[in-house]
DNA sequence: CTTAGCACTTGGGTTAGATGAGTGCTAAAA
DNA sequence: TTTTAGCACTCATCTAACCCAAGTGCTAAG
C-alpha cells in the first residue's frame, strides 16, 4: 500500500515523498514514524530510493516494476477523452496508413508523450507486382506492391540509351521469378542471382538496380509513424542538448527503433527505464500494446513518456485505444473486403 | 573599421566587446579611450547596443546590416570544405530531388546551422497528366505529373460500387479538359466546374474529387527540404522549449515557410533578425541565395543561424555552393535532356 | 508493534561582500 | 581639435555564510 502510494504521489507530483505526507494520505491512522519504518523496509527491498541521505523517497525502476506488476489499476479513461478518441477515429479514411499516422496523433494528444503506430501486419509480406510507368519522354516511376496492400513509388530518369524493349523484359523477368517471394528473400537474391539475369537484358544494370533495390528497401522496412515527436522538449530534461539529439536521432533510423518496439507477445507491455536494452532510453518509459485486426494480423501501439508517468493513466488510456483502433479497423477491412 | 572589428569578435566569441580588447585588436595604435569615444558614437547611431550600462557592446539589426550591407568580405571556403561540397553533389542521382536533399544535408554539416533547399523551378509548374493505375484488385494508385516532372501519387482503396469504365471516362475527362493548365488554375476550377463535371460520370464522386484534391495540393506545394533540423538545438536558447517548439512547427508549415524563404531576386540576400516579418525568427538570420539552371528555372538554398552568426564565413560558403550545386545540375540536365 | 521525541543531514534560498570588466566624463597632453 | 590618462561609478558574477524547511534514523516509552 505504501509503494503504491509512494508511486502514485510521485509521479504526480514529480517532488520525492517524505513520511509526513504519506502518513496523512493513507486510509488508515498510522504515525509518520510507522511509515518511516515501513519504507526503510522497502528500501532494504530495493523497491524505493533516497535522492539525497535525508530526503524523501522515489520509487526504483524495481519499484515500478513492482507497481505496475502487481499494483496498479488502470484509470477508466475519462469520457472526454473517449469522445476525443471515437471522432478522430471516425473520418473518411481511403488508407490504412492515414488511420494509423492519426492514431500516432491522437494518443500523443491526449498524453502529451510521444506515439508511435505500426500498422496491422503478417509475418512476412510478399512481394505481389512489379511495374514501371512511364511519366515522361525519359521519365518512369517504379511501383513495387506487397500482398498485404503497401505500395511503393520511386520516380526517376531513364539512363540514355535504354530501350523501352529492355525494360519491358527486365519487369517480366522480375514479375516471374520473383512474386510470391518474401521480400526477405527478394533482398538477398538482390544480392545474388538477380545481377547476373538482369545482365541478359540490359548491358549496364546499375541504375536499375539502385531503383528496385531503393524501392524494395523501402518496403521491407517496418515503416511506423511517430506521434507528438516535439513533446519530447516537454518530458526530457531539455537542457542536455545531445541527449535530445541522440534521442531525435533515434527515432529516424527505423532499424533500430524497430528493435526498440518490439512486437510485443503481451497485450500491454510497460518496460521501464533500465529495463530497455537501449541505453538512450534509460530515463525514459514505454507502454507498447499489440491490436489485432482479425486475418490481417497485428500491429503496435506505442506511448514514450518519462520514468515518472502516471501509470494508471497511461495503461487504461492504451488500453482503451487498442480496442477502439482494432474496432476502426475491422470496420475499414469489412467494407473494402468484400 | 571598429564596427567591423565588434561584429567580427562578437560574432566568434559571443561575449559583448569591450574598449580596451578593442584597441589592442586594431590594426593602429590608439588608446581604449578613442575607442570609447567612437563607440560612443557608434552608438548615437544606434549600430550598436550595451546588455547593461557598463558593459561592452554589440552589433544591433542595424550594425548587422550595415556590416553585411558595407563592410563584409566574404572568406574563401576552406579547400576541405570544397572538396566535401564537391564530392557529396558528385555521386549518382536518378532524381533531382535526390541532389536537392542531400545539398541540404551537405550545407547544414558543414556550417552547423539549419539549410534549406528548393528545387529549380518555372514560375507555374502545370498539370501534364494524370492516371489511375490497379494495384490490386480494390487498390488503385493516383498518378499525378506536372510538366517540371514532379510525380505525387496516392494509393487508396476503390469505395464499393465504382467500377472501370466510369474511372477511365472520369480520367479521360481531367486529361482532356485540364492538361496543359497550371496547378493553381486547376485548384480553383477544383472547388467550382470540375465537380458537377464528375457527376456525370460517378454518382457519390466525393472519394474521388478528395484523392485528386489530395494529390493536387501536394504537388502545388513549394515543397523544400530541411538539412540538419537538430542544429537547431545548438544554437538556439534551448531553454526556453515553447520558442523551440514553434520554431519547429514553422519549419513544418510548409505555405508559412515558403514565405519565409521567399524567391530572393538577388544572388545572396541576408536577413537579420527582426528583418524577417515571422515574429518567430526575431532572433535569427537566414542567408538566402538563388541558382540558376539554365532554362530549368532558379532553386533557392538557404540557410537559418542565430542573429550573431559569422556572415563572413557563411556568405562565402552559400556563394560557393550555389554555384557548385548550378554547375551540377546543369550537368545533369544536359545529361538526360538530350 | 506503534509512536513521540530528538539530534542530525541536506538542498535551496537569501544576503552580503568582493572582484573585475566595463563605462562616461573631465581635464591635461599632443 | 583630437587623443589620452585618470577616476568615479555601474553592474553581472562569484563566493561564503547563514537560515530554513523537510526530511531522516534512532531511542525509549506507550
Redesign the interface.
Known amino acids: 500500500m505504501i509503494l503504491k502510494a509512494i508511486v502514485r504521489d510521485y509521479t504526480s507530483s514529480g517532488v520525492p515523498v517524505g513520511s509526513k505526507a504519506l502518513a496523512a494520505q493513507l486510509p488508515m491512522h498510522v504515525s509518520s514514524a510507522t511509515v518511516r519504518n515501513e519504507m526503510a523496509a522497502l528500501e532494504e527491498l530495493g523497491l524505493i530510493n533516497k535522492t539525497h541521505s535525508s530526503s524523501g523517497r522515489i520509487p526504483s525502476v524495481k519499484g515500478y516494476r513492482y507497481y505496475v506488476d502487481h499494483l496498479v489499476q488502470p484509470d477508466p479513461v475519462k469520457a472526454n477523452d473517449i469522445d476525443i478518441i471515437k471522432s478522430s477515429l471516425d473520418g ?1 479514411f ?2 490504412i496508413d492515414e488511420i494509423i499516422e492519426t492514431s500516432a496523433q491522437i494518443l500523443s494528444n491526449l498524453t502529451s508523450y510521444t506515439a508511435f503506430t505500426l500498422k496491422p501486419e503478417l509475418q512476412d509480406s510478399k512481394l ?2 512489379f ?1 514501371l ?1 512511364p ?2 519522354k ?2 518512369v ?1 517504379a ?1 513495387l ?1 506487397t500482398d498485404n ?1 503497401d ?1 511503393e ?1 520511386q ?4 539512363a ?1 540509351g535504354v530501350t523501352g524493349e529492355q525494360l519491358e523484359a527486365v519487369v517480366r523477368l522480375i514479375n516471374d521469378q520473383l512474386v510470391g517471394k518474401s521480400l526477405r528473400e527478394v533482398l538477398q537474391e538482390l544480392q545474388t542471382k538477380i545481377p547476373q539475369e538482369v545482365t541478359k537484358y540490359l548491358q549496364s544494370p ?2 536499375f538496380l ?2 528496385f533495390g531503393d524501392v524494395l528497401t523501402q518496403a521491407a522496412q517496418e515503416r511506423y509513424y511517430v506521434g507528438g515527436r ?1 513533446n519530447l ?2 518530458f526530457s530534461d ?2 542536455d ?1 545531445d541527449e ?2 541522440s534521442l ?2 533515434l527515432m529516424d533510423r527505423t532499424d533500430d527503433m524497430a528493435d526498440v518496439l518490439g512486437r510485443p507477445s503481451d497485450h500491454i507491455q510497460v518496460k521501464i527505464g533500465s529495463e530497455m536494452t537501449n541505453a538512450i532510453l534509460r530515463d525514459y518509459s514505454l507502454i507498447t500494446a499489440t491490436y489485432e485486426v482479425g486475418d490481417h494480423g497485428k500491429g503496435v501501439i506505442a506511448l514514450l513518456g518519462p520514468t515518472r508517468m502516471p501509470y494508471s493513466r497511461m495503461i487504461g488510456l492504451v488500453g482503451t485505444f487498442r480496442q477502439e483502433l482494432a474496432k476502426r479497423l475491422t470496420d475499414y477491412y469489412r ?2 473486403d ?1
Chains 1, 2 share one sequence.
Open positions: 473518411q481511403l488508407k505481389s507486382g511495374r510507368v511519366l515522361g525519359r521519365q516511376m511501383v506492391v496492400g505500395a513509388t520516380t526517376f530518369n531513364l540514355p546499375e541504375g539502385k531503383i516535439l522538449l516537454n531539455s537542457s542538448v535530445l539529439k531525435y536521432t467494407y473494402f468484400q
